[in-house]
Nanobody, 116 residues
Framework: QVQLMESGGGWVQAGGSLRLSCAAS????????MVWYRQNPGKQRELVAT???????NYADSVKGRFTISRDNAKNTVYLQMNSLKPEDTAVYYC??????????WGQGSQVTVSS
């Protein structure tokens, strides 16, 4: 059983930056991809960024050019650097570790609040 622990969320003014971290209890090499999603109450969970074991990345159009996903395999940690934050980025951000089968382990979520 893998556990994911997110940290780094908080409150920031529009235009500011935050970095989210997702530390896994085991090796992240075993996962096909690591992902960051976000969700607001009453809305569907939105895929924000993906990073494969190869290091290839993909982003939602809404965050391209502002967010960067990265991984430190030695620390079994995935990061989401968020710059030029906007009020519409406010959400609970979830880290996910996805197996080849599609099964995904989830972290507990980290609140990000961006004020205008």
């Amino acid at each position: 059983q893998v556990q994911l622990m997110e940290s780094g969320g908080g409150w920031v003014q529009a235009g500011g930056s935050l970095r989210l971290s997702c530390a896994a209890s085991g090796s992240i090499f075993s996962f096909n991809r690591m992902v960051w999603y976000r969700q607001n109450p009453g809305k569907q969970r939105e895929l924000v960024a993906t990073i494969l074991t190869s290091g290839s990345t993909n982003y939602a159009d809404s965050v391209k050019g502002r967010f960067t996903i990265s991984r430190d395999n030695a620390k079994n940690t995935v990061y989401l650097q968020m710059n030029s934050l906007k009020p519409e980025d406010t959400a609970v951000y979830y880290c996910g570790a996805q197996l080849q089968s599609g099964y995904t382990y989830w972290g507990q979520g980290s609140q990000v609040t961006v004020s205008s």
